[in-house]
């Protein structure tokens, strides 16, 4: 396998971490709806954004690598 | 189809005024320009928001107010009001990571917070200034915090090394957290305008991608900002409360 071929499965893989990232986020955003469909007084969103912030993140260290094996290495 | 991307270019820096002090290089770059002008809009915007404070306040003075009253309720909320002391260093670190960030949202502009280093030094820090608060506050007792309450004893084998990785490896995912946001987000952005032209006719689908894209980013850029400044925050309640 030449190098070219192996760099893109790599960064194929590297992007399985983003499958983490939209259950990550998916789960945050239904539990903001769950919280507000039964309590709209409920002051939750700025800890919804701060859960989709850290959540979104986590996805992002996977992609970051994609893009370092696709353009730097 | 071969597409021709170099996505990372616009992370390269530039030297615009070559400094040299024998073999280190000090040179104002592309990267030292921004951090210059995030501090001089950030003063600018406290100075004319303060000149001429009234008791209704005009433009200026109610963003100056809103960026105040958000950070000492931000201090408040996560630290108590003994948090209030740091209150000056947090308004900054929050100011300079938003104004770095959104001054790289502009055409052409350039990221200093998509610099590993650079969000490194910030992390470095505030971790270092935690610790040292802390250990100030506390003495030996600070070790303390590595011990969780109500744990049986044959437990605490193996969380008290759990508990102290998760404290030293603090700066590290508090700086890559923001490093690999703003790297990503600027790289998906010019992956996209490489398939405008690469495309020709539907060209426009990516350019749609990219103006949705645009958006996303600034919500981000944001949401960062703030990430960064209320993880600082949690650090520092750990260290004035322990735990």
């Keep these: 396998m030449d190098l070219a071929a192996a760099k893109m499965i790599g960064a194929g893989?590297?992007?399985?971490?983003?499958?983490?990232?939209?259950?990550?986020?998916?789960?945050?955003f239904a539990a903001l709806i769950t919280?507000?469909?039964r309590n709209p007084a409920a002051q939750v969103t700025p800890f919804a954004f701060l859960g989709f912030a850290l959540a979104e993140a986590t996805g992002l260290f996977g992609l970051?690598?994609?893009?370092?094996?696709?353009?730097v290495f | 189809m071969a597409i021709e991307l170099h996505p990372l270019e616009q992370f390269t820096i530039e030297p615009l005024i070559p400094i040299h002090f024998g073999n280190v290089d000090a040179s104002f770059t592309n990267s030292a320009l921004f951090m210059v002008a995030a501090v001089v809009v950030a003063s600018a915007l406290m100075v004319l928001g303060s000149r001429r404070a009234s008791l209704v306040p005009g433009r200026w003075q109610s963003l100056t107010e809103i960026a105040y009253e958000f950070i000492a309720g931000m201090i408040d909320e996560n630290v108590g009001h003994e948090g209030q002391e740091y209150f000056p260093f947090i308004f900054t670190l929050f100011l300079f990571i938003l104004l770095g960030n959104l001054l790289g949202m502009i055409p052409y502009g350039f990221t200093f917070t998509s610099h590993i280093i650079v969000t490194f030094a910030m992390a470095g820090v505030v971790f270092l200034g935690v610790t040292v608060i802390g250990i100030a506050r506390h003495g030996f007792h600070f070790l303390s915090f590595f011990?969780?309450?109500?744990?049986?004893p044959v437990l605490l084998l193996l969380l008290v090394p759990i508990e102290v990785l998760s404290y030293f490896i603090r700066p590290f995912t508090l700086s890559i957290r923001l490093f690999a946001n703003m790297m990503a987000g600027h790289t998906m952005l010019a992956i996209f305008?490489?398939?405008?032209t690469a495309m020709g006719i539907f060209g426009f689908v990516p350019l749609g991608v990219d103006v949705l894209l645009i958006f996303l980013e600034i919500l981000v850029a944001v949401l960062q900002a703030y990430v960064f400044t209320i993880l600082t925050c949690l650090y520092l309640r750990d260290a004035i409360h322990l735990h």
Excluded: D, Q
């Excluded at chain 1, 499958?19 to 945050?28: D, H, K, Q, S, Y």
């Design chain 1, 13 to 28: 893989l590297a992007c399985i971490a983003l499958v983490g990232a939209g259950i990550g986020i998916g789960n945050v």
């Design chain 1, 35 to 37: 919280s507000l469909a």
């Design chain 1, 64 to 71: 970051a690598i994609a893009f370092l094996i696709l353009f």
């Design chain 2, 147 to 152: 011990v969780p309450h109500g744990v049986p």
């Design chain 2, 193 to 196: 305008a490489g398939f405008v």
